[in-house]
């Protein structure tokens, strides 16, 4: 088992990448997978999300006035073993927006730097196979001051957020099955404007933001060299408001996605610590988010800074 | 085990301190403000000069019954009914309320033009169904309450408030009756005490006017705003200020001049703004047949324009014949030299947008689902005049000073619009994408720069220290237009201008209407 969890070094990421919805790039945060002790693991990632349908409320419809609705993304990643119980990490996006119809200019600019701790408690041998809990605190935090009100084309919500996420998994032979449920608290936007309609007017240029939970299982084959799985994710904000027919989507709306797709993360054998990832999914019901389809690809390098092999370079 | 408990432990208490220290209720700006305490009681203000009323007397309310009689000393009794039990909820209401009355209603007013604001859906066959007053609860729920229907709305809800006000004052001053916590001291004043007379009560004059007024502009609101005015009569009862009798005179007092201006409202055109298949068709033609390229929607699919014989509609401050010779000249051909260079110069601005002036359109874009610029320059306004301590009937008096300049601005300016029927600078050059959505109608004059020249300028002469902050406000404001993409520096160098020019009718009238 020890072996097993130091052969797989290793990120894998996916974006969700809703547009509208939540942002969460990483998702080193989100598997049961952790870093040996003094092993860094950093990578660049690039994503692309779009989608032509989105929800008003529960009205399902397309907008010819924005016709695709894109985000590009490229993300920093890094994540620390600090041991192999306790990992720390991070990522920073960038990211663009665009429509391909419409008169409505796209955004870009630098997202919000996340970190994560995560950490593993407990690792046992359960029947024949090994269960481990994870235990994750994150924040996020805007690193500029980008527009956040301008539905469907800002690149962000420009809220902090604190999370509290803990993850279950549980390994048979080369297989598994992991669950996560995740409790994202939202700090309150600042919006340019000093005032806004959302079931009432408010007279504030500060925006109540709903908290958010997510959950995920995956399940899959995981090896040394190969990682493959399925997600089916969920994304449900706490309280929020429905966009009316023809409004503009808002910060504080009611927003629900659930998404299904795969991922995959493959480790180079001829480059030692060499790791490609990639992953799909689709939007598969939702609500005040756009139906979309997103799509990562990654390279990620493996470095080992334990003082015993530093000779080896 | 002992691991599982101590991690468990962690996570709840982390979880619960996180959960206590951030509590994220907003408060608005004007959620918790003091009691109105008029500096200045305008005790006179009955003999200042009205809209449409004829005389302030022109609807008779009856001589109150004497404090002494019986009938009096009952409503006395229902006000120490409430007071012996008054709930938070009851003195919420009363502090609600009595912050002021004229800026309440305004506020509500505003929610409402942001709640109706949105343009209908388009009907599957790619036409666009339009909102009928005859049936209200059917979508597309009417009004849309766009720019120039909501500095309608303003106006014509502002001036009956001040008409009903001017006659509230006058009958006042005629009975001078006392107020019930003169009359009797087991009467506790919940809100400043006042020497002015308590019939008929302002509150439900304010209340039944603008009400009454919901008929015309917002039908599906009526049942909701009816709760709001028993709400607010009863906080005026509850609070000591009016006794039943004093409520229920001022109630139908106001509702009686609202009549009026309801009266006026279905007559003065605007029910015929929308148009037709046949008048839109006409503007493309002759615009073509001037040799100019006409404006078209660049709305997929294409949205007939908005309100294109709001023009038409008959102003307050001064008569259509007026309205003409507001009118500005033209705007420069759109295949002339000045409008390619003013073409990129558009483009220059939103190719790279700086973050200040991305903020600068989005402070004042007030597009679909917001109270429009008209709005942001009542809410701009009601802000300065919380300050004033102005009396009821002069809140009135400048709100309806305001809102008459920004529907008469908004009037000259679609008569403008809809005059040069001038084509936008995104359909010029598709390349200009905008920093927010392109209004659906023409482009010269700039709305946003008509409504905020005759705002700013009325709004310096009742606050005149604050003249040049006004100034440079609508400044931004119609610069916001250029560096949005959304419109040329003509267009908003020009809309200043004619809003300027009627803002001076505005003042010409506040010179001479007794309140100076």
């Known amino acids: 088992m020890h072996t097993t969890y130091k052969l797989i070094r290793l990120i894998i990421i996916s974006a969700i990448v809703l ?38 409320g529960t009205f399902k419809r397309d907008n010819q006035n924005l016709g695709t609705v894109s985000t590009s993304m490229i993300s920093v990643m890094g994540n620390y073993g600090i041991n192999r119980r306790l990992n720390i990490i991070f990522g920073l996006p ?123 299982f995956r399940i899959g084959y995981r090896s040394s060299y190969l990682i493959a799985e399925a997600v089916v994710s969920n994304m449900t904000t706490l309280t929020g408001f429905d966009i009316r027919k023809n409004d503009m989507p808002f910060l504080s709306n009611k927003m629900e996605a659930t998404t299904a797709g795969v991922n995959f993360k493959y480790t180079l054998k001829k480059i030692s610590g060499l790791a490609i990832t990639g992953g799909a999914n689709y939007t598969v019901a939702g609500r005040n988010v756009g139906q979309a389809t997103n799509l990562n690809i990654g390279a990620f390098y493996v470095m080992d800074f334990s003082p015993k092999k530093k000779d080896k370079k | 085990m002992k691991k599982i408990i101590t991690f468990i432990t962690i996570t709840i208490i982390t979880s619960a301190i996180i959960f206590i220290a951030c509590n994220k209720n907003i408060s608005g700006r004007t959620d918790n403000l003091p009691a109105l305490n008029p500096q200045n009681i305008d005790l006179n203000a009955g003999s200042w000069k009205t809209i449409l009323l004829s005389r302030p007397d022109t609807f008779a309310v009856a001589a109150p019954a004497a404090v002494t009689s019986t009938a009096y000393i009952a409503e006395l009794n229902e006000i120490k009914g409430y007071q012996k039990n008054l709930t938070d909820a009851q003195q919420q209401s009363i502090n609600y309320w009595s912050a002021g009355a004229v800026l309440r209603w305004n506020e509500i007013l505003r929610d409402l033009v942001a709640k109706y604001n949105l343009p209908p859906y388009q009907n599957a066959d790619g036409t666009y169904p339009i909102p009928s007053s005859a049936n209200p609860f059917a979508y597309p729920l009417f009004p849309f309450a766009n720019p120039p229907y909501a500095a309608r709305a303003y106006a014509y809800i502002s001036a009956a408030q001040y008409d009903a006000l001017v006659a509230c004052w006058y009958y006042k001053k005629l009975y001078n009756r006392s107020q019930p916590y003169t009359v009797d001291a087991g009467v506790v004043a919940k809100v400043p005490q006042t020497t002015l007379a308590s019939y008929p009560s302002e509150a439900a004059v304010l209340a039944g006017v603008t009400a009454e007024m919901m008929k015309l502009f917002f039908p599906d609101e009526i049942g909701n705003l009816q709760l709001k005015l028993q709400d607010h009569e009863l906080s005026a009862i509850m609070s000591g200020a ?56 660049l709305e997929t699919p294409k949205r007939p324009p908005m309100l294109p014989l709001f023009g038409k509609v008959i102003p307050f401050l001064f008569d259509t014949a007026t309205v003409s010779a507001l009118r500005p000249g033209p705007p420069p051909s759109t295949s002339g030299d000045q409008m390619k260079t003013e073409t990129n110069e558009v483009y220059n601005y939103i190719k790279n947008p700086s973050r200040e002036n991305t903020r600068i359109v989005h402070f004042w874009a007030d597009g679909v689902g917001t109270y429009t610029p008209p709005g942001h320059w009542n809410a701009i306004a009601a802000e300065d005049f919380i300050k004033k301590n102005f009396s009821e009937v002069r809140w009135a008096r400048d709100l309806a000073l305001l809102n008459m300049s920004l529907m008469d601005a908004g009037i000259v300016c679609w008569n403008t619009k809809y005059f040069y029927f001038n084509a936008r600078p995104t359909q010029l050059n598709p390349a200009i994408k905008t920093l927010t959505g392109i209004p659906n109608f023409p482009a010269y004059i700039s709305g946003h720069s008509t409504f905020s020249g005759a705002a700013a300028t009325i709004l310096g002469y009742i606050i005149p220290e604050r003249a040049n902050d006004y100034n440079a406000m609508a400044q931004e404001a119609s610069m916001s237009r250029l560096v949005g993409g959304i419109h040329y520096k003509s267009d908003c160098n020009v809309g200043l201008t004619v809003g300027a020019n009627v803002g001076n009718y505005a003042i010409n009238r506040a010179k001479v209407d007794g309140a100076n």
């Open chain 1, 19 to 56: 547009n509208i919805a939540n942002k969460s790039w990483a998702q080193t945060d989100q598997d049961a997978i952790m870093m040996s002790k003094n092993n860094f693991c950093s990578g660049l990632m690039y994503g692309h999300s779009s989608w032509n349908n989105y929800w008003e």
């Open chain 1, 94 to 216: 960038w990211v663009q927006t665009k429509a391909t119809a419409g008169t409505l200019h796209g955004m870009k600019g630098i997202q919000d730097l996340s970190m994560w701790v995560k950490w593993m408690p407990i690792e046992k041998n359960f029947k024949k196979g090994i269960i481990s809990l994870y235990v994750l605190g994150g924040a996020s935090l805007p690193t500029s001051n980008y527009v956040a009100d301008f539905l469907p084309l800002s690149i962000g919500l420009h809220s902090k957020t604190i999370s509290g996420r803990i993850i279950l998994d549980y390994q048979l032979g080369s297989f598994f099955a992991t669950g996560s449920a995740t409790y994202n608290y939202r700090s309150n936007v600042t919006i340019d404007r000093t005032s806004y309609y959302t079931t009432t007017l408010i007279l504030s240029n500060e925006v109540q933001m709903p908290d958010v939970m997510n959950e995920n």
């Open chain 2, 242 to 297: 009016a006794t039943r009798s004093d409520v229920v005179a001022g109630e139908a007092l106001g509702r009686q001049v609202a009549q009026q201006f309801i009266a006026r409202g279905r007559a003065d055109g605007a029910g015929a703004a929308v148009g037709n298949q046949t008048v839109w068709t006409a503007l493309e033609t002759t615009t073509i047949a001037r040799g100019e390229t006409p404006w078209y929607s």
